[in-house]
């Protein structure tokens, strides 16, 4: 198993999104409830190229927040509370 594998199999995900501002605004609550997490942005370097597609169309980046399963019930929490 790799060595990033590892690091994520101990570790449940528990929110995803494709809007920079949301995860920026999920990981500060998070933080500031001491709540330790992992993000995970996949990264494809040979996006398709073609009739049709651009560079811009297919880079979309992806944060996928990951916490330890027993914070799993009080990070749901904290990040659906209302402001």
């Not at 690091?7 to 001491?34: C, H, W």
């Not at 992806?62 to 209302?82: C, G």
């Amino acid at each position: 198993m790799s060595w990033f594998k590892n690091l994520f199999s101990k570790r449940v995900s528990v929110y995803i999104s494709t809007n920079q501002d949301d995860y920026f605004r999920v990981a500060n609550k998070l933080q500031s409830e001491g709540i330790s997490f992992r993000t995970k942005t996949p990264f494809n370097p040979n996006p398709p190229t073609g009739m049709g597609y651009s560079s811009r169309d297919t880079q979309i980046t992806y944060y996928e927040i990951y916490v330890k399963p027993d914070d799993e019930y009080r990070a749901v929490k904290v990040i659906h509370e209302k402001e």
